[in-house]
């Protein structure tokens, strides 16, 4: 059965879920992040943990499960379970962003770099290196192109936002350590709006903030807010839904604006997706309505097995509920792409803007 939230001006309704749990071919491994190419591609950063290495990639797909490729695997092909630091090669990825020549850009948090492919996954350029100066790079997460060209990469643990040529020519910064306004305690995820205002997903300070592409502050979203504690994720995800306060925030990993102005948060240990008004008024949120992906089904079909202990299940609310979604983006077509992390798939709802009869 699938639900639908309405409040006021849209409607929010599930659609369908994308992936199955995999470390090669078709399906993903701790998907973290991705981005939209064109004709409907999909390329899904997978960060897989440090003993199965082989499940770093990005896998390239479309939206109705069509497997394409894959390429930037972590793993050191001389050795199984080694990780490769060789030019192109990803040890612990945290984002992926293209540019309107269809380039792939990747950031890299052990190896302070943002690599760069071609769409195909052939190997460009790379640029980055450890340190705390202008250009310099201490944990780099969340990445963001704006329409001329400029990227934003969200330099975690020098607590600022970084801005730079698509070559990594450095060009500004803005954000300090500190909860105050337009301080930021190490900060993650990162989107933009029509108008190039950035949002960061304050991640230590559980909120949102926005800043104009100059890095100037405007406002902040939301507040901390746990429902009991940081057990949430860890003890309840995937078991039962969390009754959390609307607008309070527990380490939100992702932020993105669609085109109505509308933010969407990933509020990653409260096992949800937020909407919040221009303005930062609560809309909806979305705890997972997910059933079996295409991906999902094939395999089930292709094993007698699974088949029998999954007609054995009586609760089926651990595979529908999000836990620990790391990031959300809303396409042109209104629909939002919510990274079920540590389900390794992605949950997908349409919003539908046109006056609804309640």
Known sequence: ??????ISHIQLQYSHTIGRGEQFGPGFTYP????????DTMYVLCRSPEYRPEGTRIVVCTSDEEYINVFARGVNHQGPHEYNFEDGSLVWPTSVAIDSQGDVYVADEWLNRINVY?????????????????????????LAIGMDGTIFVVDSLNHRVQKFTL???????????????????????????????????????????????????QASFGQPGTGGDTSIAREMGGIKLASVPVGQFNRPAGVCVDRDGDIY????????????????????????????????IDKIKS??????????????????????????KVDSNGRVIIADTTRHRFQVYQKNTKPVLM
Request: net charge negative.
């Open 32 to 39: 973290i992040q991705m981005a939209r190419g064109e004709s």
């Open 167 to 217: 070559d990594g020519e450095f060009l500004g910064q803005f954000g300090t350590f500190g909860s105050g306004p337009g301080e930021l305690n190490t900060p993650w995820g990162i989107g933009l709006d029509g108008d190039g205002n950035v949002f960061v997903a304050d991640w230590r300070n559980d909120r949102i903030q926005q800043f104009t592409t100059q890095g100037e502050w």
């Open 265 to 296: 948060v990933a509020d990653w240990l409260n096992n949800r997706v937020q909407v919040l008004t221009p303005e930062g008024r609560f809309i909806s949120e979305f705890t997972g309505d997910a059933g079996l992906s295409k991906w999902g």
């Open 303 to 328: 094993n007698p097995d699974m088949i029998r202990q999954r007609n054995g299940v009586r609760d089926f609310t651990p595979e529908r509920v999000l836990w620990a979604p790391c990031a959300v």
């Open 1 to 6: 059965m699938t639900t639908s939230t309405q």
């Open 118 to 142: 071609g769409q195909d996954g052939d190997f460009i350029r790379d640029w980055g290196s450890y340190g705390t100066g202008d250009g310099e790079l201490n944990r780099p997460s969340g």
